[in-house]
């Protein structure tokens, strides 16, 4: 069975720019989170959709942005990059809603903000 | 909001020797979960614990936790280069309350 899909893997993108990132949960699953990883914040939970609905959201400013589609796939945007968006984004999908149990993370997409 | 804290942040050890890394929370743990994670991929579900006194062991690795004391601890006993990585615990009882991560401990295992 597949696992959780980002893409793309690695993106480098210049300041200023805006950025989507993707990602396809376990077919079945229907909540998808989205995680930021920095060295100096660990992991820090950006949004939670379940359904196409956002379930949940994290303290990060309007620039994060994201959405869940019917086949539960999601994408997350940022606009107007700064350097500080320089990070390993995860994203981890469920069967359950706003429950975490079986959680699965998908391998990330490191950007990189020059 | 819950906030957890791991300690040690790195660890060195010898090829065969044990470890434990602890997981302490600034609230009540409802669910406490632990994850590993290669440098730069995704996180690798380990092990859950819902109960006060609650031990999981899945081959060389066990994990306790103690409710009173907010606090869980994972025990690698004969460790093996294969183990090294970072371990995160998390914790949320879910619902409105998100899963929130310790910062991680970095363990190296020197053959």
């Known amino acids: 069975k597949a696992g959780v899909t980002q893409t793309p893997r690695y993106l480098i993108k210049t300041r200023g720019q805006q950025v989507t990132l993707s990602c396809s949960p376990i077919?079945?699953?229907?909540?998808v989170s989205w995680y930021q990883q920095t060295p100096g914040q660990g992991l820090q939970f950006l949004f939670e959709?379940?359904?196409?609905?956002?379930?949940n959201k994290g303290n990060f400013p309007g620039r994060f942005s994201g959405r869940q589609f019917s086949n539960s796939r999601s994408e997350m945007n940022v606009s107007t990059l700064e350097l500080g968006d320089s990070a390993l984004y995860l994203c981890?999908?469920?069967?359950?809603?706003?429950?975490?149990?079986?959680?699965?993370f998908g391998s990330g997409t490191r950007l990189t903000v020059v | 909001s819950q906030e957890l804290e791991q300690s040690p942040q790195s660890l060195i050890v010898q090829e065969g020797k044990n470890l434990t890394i602890n997981c302490t929370s600034s609230k009540t743990l409802y669910g406490l979960y632990w994850y590993k994670q290669k440098y730069g991929e995704g996180l690798i579900f380990l092990m859950m614990?819902?109960?006060?006194?609650e031990e999981k062991s899945h081959e060389k690795i066990t994990a306790k936790l103690d409710e009173k004391k907010q606090q869980s601890s994972l025990h690698i006993t004969a460790s093996q280069p294969s183990h090294a990585g970072i371990y995160l615990c998390?914790?949320?009882?879910?619902?409105?309350?998100?899963?929130?991560f310790g910062k991680g401990t970095k363990l190296t295992v020197n053959p």
């Open positions: 981890a999908s469920s069967p359950f809603d706003r429950d975490h149990y079986g959680y699965t």
């Open positions: 959709y379940f359904s196409e609905t956002q379930r």
């Open positions: 077919s079945g699953h229907r909540s």
């Open positions: 614990l819902q109960k006060g006194g």
């Open positions: 998390g914790a949320g009882k879910g619902g409105s309350e998100k899963l929130v």
